[in-house]
């Protein structure tokens, strides 16, 4: 498997309004339904795959999108998935569904014993001369942040191919190496793009600040120096479309979904891309944006789509 090849996914305008309104729809990456996690699963896996390993643990709630393909990709080649998966938030939804048939070993614990039962797991699979590979929640760390590097390349060539340029990125963001990779690549290319990352879960300041260690974090690995002041300029993380929080109940929000799955044959969830598409939209309202090239990143959920379908009500 190519993993620079397949982590492609296709950029078109989805809507002219008052801004030109083009999507990237990271959820075509061809692994267990695409996604962000997906972009990053496959950097993950080439140093798995290069490396000395035989099985992989990682954690995530039972509606994460990155343990189902974690899970999809040791399947995949015969391994072994171990996660680990909080109590309070666990429910049944296509995500967990899925882990299931890819046969991973959910196990499931309390939130404030996450950090050690996973030490412990690490722990007992070395005991048993087996050779995990470790990935944090989300597909945190430096490898994570490289594959939105990349990926912000990959904007940079279709700027170049089609002679346009963008003014404006938007994106769902949550554990921060979506955005870092994206701000990364923005700061080293020295373009005037703003990143607004559109929080789906965390308050500021912690949510701007994990987003900020993860670009100092891949900035000092790669040695490249930025000016703090610049990075922390370019770093906008707002918080203000949390709605009630991860995987939202909101009426609002339904609508929306079911108006942009009707109207532009578009997927969205109500965890991650809704929000932000709805985010993104007002955000352009309240702040008069016009006349813009603006991208929105579908980074993918699939799966949770079907969940708030399930919830549907017919009226
Ligand atoms: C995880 C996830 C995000 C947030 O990405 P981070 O890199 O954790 O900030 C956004 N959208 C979807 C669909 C996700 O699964």
Not at 46 to 57: A, H, K, S, T, W
Not at 136 to 147: E, F, K, L, P, V
Not at 224 to 230: A, R
């Amino acid at each position: 498997m190519n993993t620079e090849k397949i982590s492609k996914s296709p950029i078109y305008k989805l809507f002219g309004s008052s801004n030109n309104i083009y999507i990237k729809r990271e959820d075509f990456i061809p692994i267990s339904f695409g996604g962000n996690k997906a972009r990053k699963a496959l950097y993950f896996f080439n140093e798995i795959d290069n490396g000395n390993y035989d099985c992989v643990v990682t954690y995530g709630s039972s509606s994460s999108n990155h343990c189902r393909i974690i899970a999809n990709m040791c399947a995949m080649r015969k391994m072994n998935c171990f996660i680990i998966s909080p109590k309070e938030i666990f429910k049944e939804t296509f995500n967990s569904k899925l882990m299931n048939l890819f046969g991973a070993e959910i196990k499931q614990v309390l939130v404030n014993e996450v950090h050690d039962t996973i030490e412990n797991k690490l722990e007992d699979l070395k005991k048993q001369g087996k050779r995990p590979y470790f990935i944090q929640g989300g597909g945190h760390g430096n490898i994570g942040t490289q594959a939105y590097f990349d990926c912000y390349k990959e904007i940079l060539i279709f700027e170049k191919k089609n002679n346009i340029s963008f003014d404006y990125i938007f994106h769902a963001s949550g554990t921060g190496t979506t955005q870092a990779g994206l701000v990364c690549g923005h700061l080293v290319n020295k373009d005037l793009k703003k990143i607004i990352g559109i929080s789906i879960a965390r308050k500021n300041p912690r949510g701007r600040n994990v987003v900020l260690d993860s670009i100092n974090e891949y900035l000092a690995e790669k040695e490249i120096i930025i000016p703090q002041n610049i990075i922390e300029k370019e770093t906008i993380f707002d918080d203000t479309y949390i709605c009630d929080g991860y995987g939202s109940q909101d009426n609002d929000l339904a609508e929306f979904i079911k108006y942009n799955m009707i109207n532009h044959s578009l997927p969205l969830d109500t965890t991650y891309t809704g929000k932000a598409l709805w985010g993104m939209n007002d955000y352009i309202e309240k702040n008069y944006i016009k006349n813009k090239n603006i991208l929105f990143i579908h980074t993918g959920g699939g799966p949770l789509f079907f969940d708030y379908l399930k919830g549907y009500k017919n009226d």
